[in-house]
């Protein structure tokens, strides 16, 4: 799934990580969801929401919206 | 790269078990070996060393419940997918080549070593899948 967490994560400065830190998973798993390999679950969207005041749909495109796009 | 709890907990598991495992079969050789065992006991010392494979097997099942990293899950999930379908084709495919003897029997303790074997081509396949698109 395409998501902006490559640019929020480097709007502050952040590597992958320091973003796995703060998630609490491992590095491969933010380099996992980074790069579209993996699909977070919807408990894992919303720590990542959460931590970057967002909402999950301002992160992660909506992969039918993708399609019709 | 740091491991996880549960992957220590995996780790202290499979070496306990590990050691169980070659105690109890090095006892077992040398008491069939030398007619020191005989009746129930005798069934006893024969089941000892595969209660320890059996033991990893559970250890690994204990890893996946214990495991709170859901990437890391998967991919181990998927690893054991391919053990087991490597291990189980191959099982199937000499099980009817030893129905129309064209080959030897072999004992089914091989089903698991192949299974182990199949954990390394599983990692090779998530590898795989992880080429070429690293940030």
Known sequence: MKNRLKVL?????WSQQD??????????SVNAIETGRYDPSLPLAFRIADLFDMSIEAIFQ???KEIQA | MSQSVAQRRYNKRTIVFSLFYAATLIAAVYSFKHHLVAGP??????????LSIVGIFAAIGLYLAEESDEY???????QTLWASGFALSIATIWG??????LVGHVESYWVSILWFGGLGLGTCANRLSTVGRRS
Not at chain 1, 19 to 28: D, H, I, P
Not at chain 2, 72 to 78: K, L, S, W
């Open chain 1, 19 to 28: 973003l796995a830190e703060r998630l609490e998973v491992s590095r491969q």
């Open chain 2, 96 to 101: 009817f080549l030893e129905s129309f003897e």
């Open chain 1, 9 to 13: 994560r480097a709007e502050r400065d």
């Open chain 2, 72 to 78: 890391v899950r998967a991919m181990t999930v998927r």
């Open chain 2, 41 to 50: 006991l005798a069934w006893v010392v024969a089941v000892l060393p595969a």
């Open chain 1, 62 to 64: 909506n992969p039918s």
